[in-house]
């Protein structure tokens, strides 16, 4: 099973938006509206910013967004703040022959 | 509020075994598919394996399969991972985490422990 594909970095400036995609195949964010976002501080666990494509857990800011559109998955962050700089990763159950989980290569966003 | 804390994680030498473990609270553990995800130092998160809720089934990465080998004790809240014939190659913060392919039922995770393969 291949990495999902996002781009290395990403940056923008205090208050602007950026979107970060996650590319995948039909056999994974292609099939599955079960595709998650992870935002992660160096020596930190990930913390679940979005899952199920779309939805935010309770006490994540309103500012992170997720979509798909056919085999990707994007993440948009609006109101760009200094906090929001951290690694971030997507993931998508891959589970069409087996159980199995891909994750995406990560992005690593700078906020200018 | 759902928990769950790894433990096990330390310095190995290469071709050596070890066993992780992780209590998880706050959830009825026996209802739900439980899986390893692991760090590199530096790198991405890769899926390792998991288990149905019962036990019965087990599902591994290619990397790490007939390597290691995920068990659970329902009895204990417990999950675990056995991981055999070591390598350099799988040292790495590992995580417990709760991943379920199914709508409405968000993912939730440890906060890792580490384990580092070297002579």
């Known amino acids: ?112 | 509020e759902v928990q769950m804390v790894e433990s096990g994680g330390s310095l190995v030498q290469p071709g050596g075994s070890l066993r992780l473990s992780c209590a998880a609270s706050g959830f009825t553990f026996s209802n739900f598919v439980m899986s390893w995800v692991r760090q590199a130092p530096g790198k991405g998160l890769e899926w390792v394996s998991a288990i149905s809720s019962s036990g019965n089934s087990t599902y591994y990465a290619d990397s790490v399969e007939g390597r290691f080998s995920i068990s659970r004790d329902n009895s204990k809240n417990t999950l675990y991972l056995l991981m055999n014939s070591l390598r350099a190659e799988d040292t790495a913060v590992y995580f417990c985490a709760r991943l379920v392919p199914a709508a409405h039922t968000p993912p939730y995770w440890g906060q890792g422990t580490l384990v580092t393969v070297s002579s």
Do not use: H, M
């Open chain 1, 1 to 112: 099973q291949s990495a999902l594909t996002q781009p290395a970095s990403v940056s923008g400036s205090p208050g602007q938006s950026i979107t970060i995609s996650c590319t995948g195949t039909s056999s994974d964010v292609g099939s599955y509206n079960l595709v998650s976002w992870y935002q992660q501080y160096p020596g930190k666990a990930p913390e679940l910013v979005i899952y199920d494509g779309s939805k935010r857990p309770s006490g994540v800011s309103n500012r992170f967004s997720g979509s798909k559109s056919g085999n990707t998955a994007s993440l948009t962050i609006s109101g760009l703040q200094a906090e929001d700089e951290a690694d971030y990763y997507c993931c998508s159950y891959a589970g069409t022959s087996t159980f199995s989980y891909v994750f995406g290569t990560g992005t690593e966003v700078t906020v200018l």
